[in-house]
């Protein structure tokens, strides 16, 4: 194969290019080099490439699906022993900012971000970018119109101390859910969090759609980690599930960033520029019901991660993950 120095120096130099014919340019590589590898933990990953594939034929997506952390372990395993496969990481900030640390990603720039503000973007010191966020889902309160008849709605964290919700709320015990709790530890106080105990709020092994879907069924009334997108996808099918924000809605952003050693640079890049282009973005919002980090839906965005160093970040998901079990019972 062609030598790593090569290969980065070609991925360096494709990731600034912005004359105006950069797709058209891309487009020719990628052509060229046949397919492109991404390693994403979005569910919808295999569909999103199918529609990639549609928009610039003779160029396949190779793809690998896992967790945030699943994901960076295999990225940074092989980069740590030259083995570069990946071409396009899509993931969480956590895993993003730990691939950062390493040296993992190049800098790119794309005529698509002067549409995000700064905070759906990961700037390097030269005006480029190590990430932009593609797609977000929203934490707030999921709940089954059936099961909650008679019940007044939590509207703010506040309210999921009322007598009448005790026993009547669940969570699953992933990162995602303690990252609302983080936004409570934010908003309010540690010892807010700690009242919840006297709730009775069940803890349930089941994480994202699998949690959601006992929701759909009435097994858990409500949850105050519900994912938006989540919700929005049953609802169209016609399930009896509703969400909305609480005091600030936590953004699980994903974002989108080029390895440095890229084998398919051009594939990689022209991937990048479709998840963050028009299209891509009306695919995230139109079929698979996720937020924008551009657009402001009339409610408070919450970033947990926002700020810290990677190691700050990990030392804070323990500690609410602490706080989740304190206050939880077992399933």
């Known amino acids: 194969g062609v030598g790593s120095a090569q290969t980065g120096k070609g991925v360096a130099e494709l990731a600034k290019y912005s004359r105006g014919d950069r797709e058209q340019m891309l487009y020719e590589g990628a052509k060229k080099e046949g397919k492109v590898v991404w390693y994403t933990s ?8 199918k529609i990639f594939e549609a928009k610039y034929p003779g160029v396949t997506v190779e793809v690998y699906r896992a967790s945030g952390i699943e994901l960076t372990n295999k990225a940074l395993a092989e980069h740590k022993s030259r083995r570069y496969i990946a071409d396009t990481v899509e993931a969480t900030p956590g895993a993003l900012m730990i691939l950062r640390d390493e ?3 190049a800098p790119y720039t794309s005529p698509f971000l002067k549409n995000y503000p700064d ?5 390097t010191k030269s005006g480029l970018v190590y990430w932009t966020t593609d797609r977000e889902s929203y934490i707030g309160l999921a709940y089954n119109k059936n099961s909650v ?3 007044e709605l939590p509207k703010k964290f506040d309210d999921l101390l009322k007598p009448a919700l005790k ?3 669940a969570i699953s015990s992933d990162e995602s859910s303690a990252r609302q709790f983080g936004a409570m530890a934010w908003a309010k106080s540690d010892s807010f ?3 919840l105990k006297d709730q009775e709020i069940t803890l349930h092994g089941a994480s994202g759609p699998g949690f959601n879907e006992l929701i759909v069924s009435g097994e858990v009334a409500m949850s105050f980690v519900g994912f938006s997108t989540n919700v929005a996808h049953s609802a169209k099918k016609g399930s009896p599930i509703a ?3 609480l005091d600030l809605a936590v953004a699980n952003a994903g974002g989108v960033g080029v390895s440095a050693n890229a084998t398919h640079p051009h594939g990689a890049l022209l991937l990048v520029d479709f998840l963050i282009g028009p299209d891509g973005q009306k695919m995230f919002n139109e079929t698979f019901a996720y937020g924008s980090g551009a657009k402001n839906y009339g409610f408070e965005k919450f970033y947990p991660e926002k700020g810290l160093t990677t190691d700050e970040y990990a030392d804070r998901v323990e500690k609410w993950m602490r706080l989740m079990k304190e206050i939880t019972r077992k399933q």
Not at 42 to 49: E, F, M, R, T
Not at 119 to 123: G, H, L, P, T
């Open 103 to 105: 040296q993992f990603f």
């Open 193 to 195: 969090i700690r009242k």
């Open 149 to 151: 008849k008679g019940l």
């Open 119 to 123: 905070s759906a973007k990961e700037k």
């Open 167 to 169: 026993g009547k709320m």
């Open 42 to 49: 979005l569910v919808p990953s295999k569909d999103i490439a």
């Open 243 to 245: 969400w909305h924000a």
